[in-house]
């Protein structure tokens, strides 16, 4: 008589298949909150990647004859699959336009805002601060609301927050007395003074470019311009490029000069146009390229505060 085979024991399922488990007995409402996941479905979340993108459509549509006043965002929430407008996860890049004589009132949810202005001037006006602003500043905003106006002429300008991040977090701006930045002006002729001031002089061996770092008196310790957020104006001399590199802040860059300029994104190329926004995805390979016979300017706004703070940049040449 053969013996029965022996019974092998059942295979126990994928633990990654198990969905959320909860309390089996909450005796708390605290306790009923709680929410269990383990090794293996607690880190194989697969996010939409963030695409690499130039905007073209929204400055043509803010620098037309006749805009209405208001924002024309480049909003890349629905590919990112992101809840609230993004152009990348952790920052917002709009265009504003005010008609002239009109007003654009500010008042976003985020810990500041940058601007350029792309044409046009006015007033800015926020809490005690008053702002002029021309063609070709920069200036930062807080949290706490704004009103913008133009002149006679239709004004446009570029604007980033960190509006994204805040959603994400589901945070409030810091409020009064905790703001780690207040209102901070850079008009477009000391900006040209200081680019003169680094032309003057050699970089470094290794240097990543020829750039003008943004910050402020509160922010000057860590060199951003916001904690989370660093603004710089990039330049590149005539038929040169900067080396191809790649970091793991997100860049979202205007053009601002350069002919016969492009940059090279994930083996795509960009083509540069005027007040273009172009979007460098994290740990993008990327290189950007002057072809003309004048300097190419391009603004950058990174969310390089974050990752600086977390030791995270990664910053690498690969060439």
């Not at 994928?14 to 996941?37: G, I, N, S, V, W």
């Not at 949810?109 to 940058?114: L, P, Q, Y």
């Not at 680094?198 to 860590?222: K, M, V």
């Not at 391009?298 to 969310?303: A, H, K, N």
């Amino acid at each position: 008589m053969t013996a029965p085979a022996p019974r092998m024991p059942a295979a126990k399922p994928d633990m990654a298949d198990l969905p959320a488990q909860e309390a089996l007995a909450p005796a708390t409402p605290a306790e009923a909150r709680a929410r269990y996941f383990n090794s293996g479905n607690a880190f194989n979340i697969k996010l939409p990647p963030v695409p690499g993108r130039v905007f073209v459509d929204e400055p043509a549509a803010a620098l037309a004859a006749g805009a209405p006043t208001g924002f024309f965002a480049c909003d890349q929430s629905v590919p990112m699959g992101c809840p609230f407008p993004a152009t990348t996860p952790l920052m917002l890049a709009r265009y504003g336009v005010i008609a002239p004589g009109e007003t654009l009132a500010v008042d976003m949810i985020a810990t500041g805002s940058i601007w350029y202005v792309i044409s046009g001037g006015g007033t800015a006006v926020q809490g005690a601060d008053t702002l002029s602003f021309a063609a070709g500043d920069v200036f930062l905003l807080t949290d706490a609301p704004a009103t913008l106006t133009a002149g006679a002429a239709q004004t446009v300008l570029w604007t980033v927050s960190n509006e994204p991040q805040l959603a994400f977090d589901g945070d409030l701006p810091p409020g009064e007395g905790r703001r780690p930045v207040e209102a901070v002006h850079y008009p477009a002729a000391e900006i040209a003074r200081q680019i003169d001031i680094i032309y003057d002089h050699a970089p470094a061996e290794g240097q990543s470019g020829i750039a003008l770092i943004f910050s402020s008196d509160r922010q000057q310790a860590a060199r951003n311009i916001l904690p989370t957020l660093t603004l710089s104006l990039n330049t590149l001399p005539p038929h040169s490029h900067q080396k191809a590199h790649r970091h793991n802040s997100a860049a979202i860059t205007l053009v601002l000069h350069g002919e016969n300029s492009y940059s090279m994104v994930d083996g795509v190329r960009c083509p540069w146009s005027p007040f273009a926004t172009l979007v460098t995805p994290p740990g993008a390979p990327h290189s950007h390229h002057n072809g003309g016979d004048s300097r190419a300017l391009f603004l950058i706004v990174q969310d390089g505060g974050l990752h600086y703070h977390a030791r995270t940049m990664g910053f690498t040449f690969l060439e």
